[in-house]
């Protein structure tokens, strides 16, 4: 009963008597200029704007000398000169414990027909990371369920890694297989730009009731505004700081920051920022190094936000500049390849191009001496693999290419397995594999 009254109350602060009100004075290029709001709003604050066939949300984009320009978050039908726009105020929102096991979209409305009633905090949308001197530093392996993870590449409490990924590759059910099984206190997934009819599907099917217990979605699905878009990753972000201020460990898990970067670039755009980084604006890199940074390990007395970063990856270009600017700032980074896929291997990993920075603390000499051989033992057959499928390999030219021949089918397997019995249970499992012993 006391939860309840505390989100009454919180609902009840969000309830102003007066609001400030302005006029639309122009309209074209995407944009609305606004005239009588100028005093007192600042960049990025919300808007309502009442046009003819009902109220169109928006933000405040630029301050000009004669008024503001407003970005609409749907189509501006209906708008016309002299329409009332009414400034609602900064852009946050405000999550409480109840939302776990829940889908808000970027605003905190629920998507799930159920009520839903806001914390008694607001938090800004693009508040700051914690203070770099003051953040700990990552903790200890965390098991994930997944036996790749739990050995060849470690996750450990704090890290951010990134999956980089084209489309139909397995991502989507990685991250749900990270949902379930990663050892986390709250689990707070982010849906940038995903199709709407996957959502029920990703939350009923592929998450499961076990993943949804513990879990918070923010979704915003891809025919929504640029600006929903891009707030998605925001509110999500804030969702995952109100757990870590609590002192628990937030799994936070974001599909796609490419789709973000889209978003980003097309409110950039209508801002008048130039395009520069292959089509997106200077800007664009700020914004991913500052969402990821919000992530990792928290201050002292505080928890952590352990962070999965997903990048749709064209081609496999792991170049191309979201991909280059999410790798540059992260603890690690996992590609998933599509000839892997193609050939029946889920999640579709290229272990010789992905790498954990917990590296080489997160794993005992023992560990890392099998993690090595592993390695090694797949780099010598990728290396020799063409020769090998042509017939013109002759065993015994190569002893290390001889002995990876023998043990690749148990580790491409091993690779592809669960790991529902622990860390020390797969370590096992990799020993044996790398001895032969299937």
């Known amino acids: 009963m006391t939860d309840l009254f505390e989100a009454l109350r919180g609902t009840m602060a969000t309830i102003s008597l007066s609001r400030r009100v302005g ?8 944009t609305l200029r606004v005239t009588g709001l100028s005093l007192g709003t600042g960049l990025g604050d919300r808007v309502l704007v009442r ?15 004669n008024g503001l320009a407003i970005l609409p978050d749907g189509p501006a039908e209906g708008v016309e000169i002299g329409c009332p726009v009414e400034l609602i ?45 003051s953040r700990r530093s990552m903790g200890a392996r965390l098991q994930t369920g997944v036996a790749v993870f739990d050995t060849l590449l470690p996750l450990v409490r704090g890290q951010r890694i990134g999956l980089f990924a084209g489309s139909g590759v397995g991502k989507s059910s990685l991250l749900a297989k990270f949902a379930r099984g990663v050892a986390a206190d709250v689990v707070v997934i982010a849906l940038i730009g995903e199709r709407g009819r996957e959502l029920r599907d990703f939350a009923e099917k592929v998450l499961g009731q076990a993943g949804m217990e513990r879990s918070v979605i923010v979704a915003a699905t891809s025919d929504q505004s640029p ?3 891009r707030r998605c990753a925001w509110a999500a ?12 460990h937030v799994l936070f898990l974001a599909d796609s920051v490419t789709r973000f970067a889209e978003a980003h670039r097309e409110v950039a755009l209508a801002a008048g920022e130039d395009p520069s980084l292959r089509g997106y604006p200077p800007s664009v890199a700020h914004m991913i190094m500052s969402l990821a940074e919000r992530a ?52 579709a990993i290229d272990l010789l191009r992905s790498v954990s920075r917990s590296l080489p603390g997160a794993a005992s000499a023992e560990e890392s001496l099998m993690i090595a051989e592993a390695r090694k033992l797949l780099g010598a057959y990728d290396r020799a693999e063409l020769m090998i499928q042509a017939g013109l390999y002759t065993v015994g030219t190569d002893p290390l290419v001889d002995r990876a021949i023998k043990v690749w089918p148990a580790l491409d397997g091993f690779l592809a397995e669960e790991s529902p019995d622990g860390v020390a249970a797969s370590f096992q499992r990799l020993a044996d594999c790398l001895a032969c012993r299937t």
């Open 23 to 30: 006029r639309v004075v122009e309209a074209g290029g995407g």
């Open 51 to 65: 046009a003819r066939d009902g109220g169109i949300g928006g933000e405040v984009l630029s301050l000009l000398p």
């Open 89 to 133: 105020g900064r852009a946050e929102i405000s999550p409480d414990d109840g939302w776990i096991g829940r889908i808000v979209d970027p605003y905190g409305r629920p998507l799930d027909g159920r009520p839903l009633l806001p914390g008694r905090v607001p938090r800004g949308l693009r508040a700051a990371a914690p203070a770099a001197a």
């Open 227 to 229: 600006l929903s878009r």
């Open 237 to 248: 972000m804030a969702v995952a700081e109100h757990f870590r201020d609590q002192g628990l």
């Open 296 to 347: 990792g390990p928290g201050p002292q007395g505080g928890g952590d936000i352990t962070a999965v970063f997903s990048v749709l990856v064209a081609g496999s270009d792991m170049e191309e500049p979201i991909s280059d600017i999410l790798r540059g700032v992260l603890d690690g980074h996992v590609v998933m390849d599509r000839k892997i896929a193609e050939r029946g291997r889920y999640p």
